[in-house]
């Protein structure tokens, strides 16, 4: 599908609410509502797809297209399950894939990412999202698209992806940066974690950068040079190998868009995040 990209569309990381009506009738085009909350936001992103999506958008549910034989939430899908859900939602080779949610960018860039991770590259977090398309007063409606099964070839991309035993290491060695995207107050353990049973700090060595200062006021991303910007300033060099961390490995997905947004191409993120880590009363946190 060939495309005219403006100052900041790129169809392999992040793409306008322009570009994408310019392209919405475009037959090789998937669109994707990738939304997912915590549990104290109490929405139900189900509820909210079927009562208005952007038109022609599938659902992609976070917690059930994921390795369900982890006792983690929503880690990354085993090949064939991605394989079996993309096909079932006629998504397949050839497509440029769009996905959005309903914060704006928060659980979308996870559903870049992991196309990323099974070597599908044609695929963009909608900048802004859902609240930016309705406020623009752009069209939407209720009904589920029509789909047909599409081939779809994967090839599940290994270095993108870091478990509990490689960030173990990276944090000993030094040689990966270890970059968490929780809130300051998580970060420290001054704050209790919304997931049950889990420690409060954070892996030694990390750094702290919360998503929400990747983004502008409104919700989009903000400029690349911006992003260095706020990047450096949280102590992180771009010219060193960085692993991404968050609570659930949904956040840590934003820094990894914005990684890729600035040209840096070593980043791998930590799928189990603090949702392991926390977990295991034998693995070193520190606070503060």
């Not at 509820?47 to 982890?70: K, L, T, V, W």
Request: hydrophobic letters at 40%; one cysteine or more; charged letters at 25%.
């Amino acid at each position: 599908m060939t495309t005219q990209p403006g100052p900041t569309d790129d169809p392999r990381t992040l793409v306008s609410t322009d570009w994408l009506q310019a392209h919405l009738a475009d037959p090789d085009l998937r669109v994707i509502d990738a939304s997912w909350y915590l549990p104290d936001m109490g929405r139900n992103p189900r509820a909210e797809y079927d009562a208005a999506h952007i038109p022609g958008a599938r659902f992609f549910d976070i917690d059930e297209i994921a390795d369900q034989r982890s006792a983690l939430p929503h880690m990354a899908p085993p090949v064939e399950k991605f394989i079996s859900r993309m096909r079932a939602m006629g998504i397949g080779d050839g497509h440029q894939v769009v996905v959005y949610d309903g914060m704006g960018v928060f659980s979308a860039p996870r559903v870049w990412w992991t196309f990323r991770l099974m070597g599908k590259t044609d695929v963009a977090v909608l900048d802004g999202g859902l609240p930016k398309w309705l406020a623009e007063g752009r069209p939407v409606e209720d009904m589920p698209p029509v789909m047909r099964d599409r081939h779809i070839t994967v090839q599940r991309q290994a270095h993108l992806v870091r478990d509990v035993a490689q960030v173990a290491a990276a944090s000993k060695l030094g040689d990966w940066q270890i970059v968490d995207t929780r809130p300051l107050d998580r970060f420290r353990g001054t704050a209790e974690e919304p997931r049950p049973g889990l420690r409060a700090g954070h892996i030694p060595g990390a750094r702290n950068l919360p998503f929400l200062h990747l983004l502008n006021d409104d919700g989009t991303m903000k400029a690349p040079d911006a992003l260095c910007t706020v990047i450096e300033g949280a102590g992180v060099a771009l010219d060193k190998p960085i692993i991404t961390s968050c609570g659930s490995g949904v956040s840590a997905a934003i820094l990894s868009l914005a990684l890729e947004r600035v040209g840096h191409r070593r980043h791998a993120l930590y799928d189990g995040s603090w949702a392991e880590w926390g977990m295991y009363p034998d693995l070193p946190i520190e606070k503060g």
